[in-house]
């Protein structure tokens, strides 16, 4: 029978980019990310010129991907709770989709470059995951999905990363570094020190929209 869930019976966490606090004396320890390597804690994230920051737009597109994707069945599961609190560390974020041995892990961002014009969103997957080889594949397809999908949205491919396929293969991402069998990328939504792009992330209609293309690519990359 078809379903009208193709979400059910999945487990996606949705991973809010930084924290509502900052604290130097934490967020600057030091947390294995992968490979023997460490990194800091968390770190405090970018802001528009206005001064709105980065973690209120990852927490707010966050509660906007949850809705809809259980709207389509999945079951979500939040690396933080809310946007007010210290923690949790880069690690800390990756244990939570290891533990609940999700499907998929969404970190949600936004990017904040100064040079003049820059614009557009990019997605990041890593080269250097503790799941191997064919978690890294499985991440690159998941990011090509959701990749795809948000170009039914306003904003466009990233005109400073990527050359233009807005795609960001790295090795130093903490988060990503970390996962065992999950397929996972970051999303760096826009550029929050572009003013056409801090209007379009702070827009409950771009959220909207942003959602329900990652959410559709999310369903694409698990069917
Ligand atoms: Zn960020």
Known sequence: ?????????????IDPGHNGRYQASFNEKLVPSGHGVTKAC??????????????A?????????????ETLGATVVLTRQDDDSL??????????????????????????????GTRGFHVIYST???????LEAASKALAIDVRDQLGATKMPRSNYVGQGTALSPRNDMGTLNLLQNTPGI??????MHSATDAALLKSPDFQA????????GCAKALN
Not at 3 to 13: D, E, Q, R, S
Not at 87 to 114: K, Q
Not at 128 to 134: R, T
Not at 186 to 191: I, K, S, T
């Open 186 to 191: 970051m999303l760096e939504m826009g550029n």
């Open 1 to 13: 029978m078809p379903t009208l869930l193709p979400l059910a019976g999945k487990v996606i966490v």
């Open 57 to 69: 737009y990852n927490w707010s597109q966050a509660l906007a991907l949850q809705t809809t994707l």
């Open 87 to 116: 923690g949790p560390c880069v690690n800390e974020r990756a244990a939570v989709a290891n533990t609940n041995h999700a499907a998929l892990l969404i970190s949600i961002h936004a990017d904040g470059n100064d040079t003049a």
């Open 209 to 216: 929209s942003a959602a329900w293309a990652i959410a559709t």
């Open 42 to 55: 968390n770190t405090s994230g970018t802001a528009t010129k206005a001064g709105w920051p980065e973690h």
């Open 128 to 134: 250097a995951m503790d799941g191997g080889a064919g």
